[in-house]
């Protein structure tokens, strides 16, 4: 089919509330590496990865060769029945997770992952309350949705009593007119104030992304992180750290975001990037927390560990240790820092650089002193971007925030090619500024 077809089909057949982007859609048909390419033909490098997913490339040989050898054995099974897959993707896992983080619960998306994690803080705890955070999110059940400090990605009146949203440490927007570091990270103090006055004072838990993915890529701050984790234990708590998009050495340096700030969750979720494209997701945590699920209800799992998936993520695994780990991310990472921050000097309407390692962001302004948001500018980024064959992504509560996050493969020269073209296309826009 060729776009047209597609197109009309999409609008005949699907719900009308699939985000698509750009003004007219792009219908992929192949990818290679760190390329895909449209039902037309055209070519484009890749520095989105499918929303994070395609960690170690379009069309892995090795995740593929996995993905096959499984597919030719058996497809399917449950949770009602152990297979080898399952069994060996927790034990590979549990080689790269925290310390005592070695017990596992698998599922197909993040928000099942989120969801499963915050049930697991309850029935652990004894407490009922969970604390999310503004500008977060976690995905599309009513649960995830109320989870998500964002109106506009709650579909439907999403409304669950239990959750409460303290404030965000959004360093370059800081609610308190503040500025970091020298602000000791004061808004941590709202997390305790929620609590003390909008809960019962013993909470369930807390969850955090380390960084907020469609919240356009704020990260927090080491300080506010190891003060949050010390306050939600103060109150009963457990702390669920959501590694959804920061998984899998993407931040550089460690396997996993919240490494950075030298904190250890009880809970920890993951998804996208484990089995680069294959629905899987899974939850890790202590063998005493997990144990607290016994005589609690019964729980099972049609798509949980699949096999297939499971191989997936296997293969996707041994990729990671053996070619992809976090220090290399870390060192690509740094020079597309860099890069971006060369941009940001050479483009006003670039006003925050914020990230790490293959995760970064880009928010823009109309005006760097008054900080207005240029939402308009971003979507024309990104229609620009595609002219130059460059994909990439978009997010934050205020739509004007770029996210840039290629797979893990991406080299150097990769990143000089994405900026390359990100600066024509910066070129173009800039000029709706003058």
Not at 197 to 219: C, D, H, K, W
Not at 372 to 379: C, M, Q, T
Request: include cysteine; proline fraction near 5%.
């Amino acid at each position: 089919m060729k776009t047209q077809e597609i197109l009309e089909k999409q609008k005949r057949h699907l719900w009308p509330n699939h985000i698509l982007y750009y003004s007219t859609p792009l219908p992929l048909e192949k990818g290679e590496g760190m390329y895909v390419w449209d039902v037309e033909g055209n070519k484009y490098l890749d520095f989105f990865a499918g929303i994070l997913t395609t960690s170690v490339g379009h069309n892995n040989p090795t995740v593929n060769q996995h993905i096959q050898e499984q597919a030719g054995k058996l497809l399917h099974t449950s949770t009602l029945y152990p297979n080898e897959a399952h069994v060996t993707l927790a034990e590979n896992l549990a080689e790269i997770t925290p310390d005592g983080l070695d017990t596992f619960y698998f599922g197909a998306t993040g928000t099942d992952a989120d969801e499963t994690a915050a049930i697991l803080a309850q029935v652990y705890t004894g407490n009922t309350e969970i604390i999310a955070l503004r500008h977060g999110y976690s995905g599309k059940s009513q649960m995830a949705m109320t989870l998500t400090g964002q109106a506009s990605w709650r579909m439907g009146p999403v409304h669950i009593g239990y959750v409460r949203h303290a404030m965000t440490p959004y360093c370059y927007r800081c609610p308190l007119k503040m500025t970091y570091p020298s602000c000791g990270v004061a808004c941590v103090d709202d997390l305790k104030d929620v609590i003390q006055t909008m809960t019962s004072g013993r909470i369930a838990a807390l969850i955090a992304e380390p960084i907020q993915g469609v919240g356009g890529f704020i990260t927090l701050p080491p300080e506010w992180l190891q003060a949050a984790v010390e306050i939600t234990h103060q109150y009963g708590g457990v702390v669920i750290i959501d590694e959804v998009q920061t998984g899998f050495g993407r931040t550089g340096e460690h396997w996993w975001g919240h490494q950075h700030s030298d904190v250890t969750p009880d809970i920890m979720t993951m998804a996208k990037g484990i089995a680069n494209g294959m629905p899987l997701s899974a939850v890790a945590t202590t063998p005493e927390i997990a144990g607290s699920t016994v005589g609690a209800g019964l729980t099972i799992s049609t798509f949980g560990g699949n096999p297939v998936s499971c191989a997936a993520a296997n293969g996707t695994l041994a990729e990671m240790k053996e070619k992809w780990g976090p220090e290399r991310s870390g060192e690509v990472g740094s020079h597309l820092r860099a890069g971006l921050e060369r941009l940001q000097d050479k483009y006003p309407l670039i006003g925050d650089v914020r990230g790490r390692g293959l995760m970064q962001g880009v928010e823009l302004v109309v005006d760097r002193a008054s900080k207005e948001p240029a939402p308009k500018h971003a979507n024309a980024l990104l229609e620009a971007s595609r002219k130059m064959g460059l994909l990439i992504g978009k997010g934050g509560l205020l739509g004007n925030s770029m996210r840039i996050a290629p797979p893990l493969i991406a080299t150097k020269e990769d990143v000089d090619e994405a900026l390359d073209k990100l600066d024509h296309a910066l070129a173009q826009v800039q000029e709706m500024s003058l």
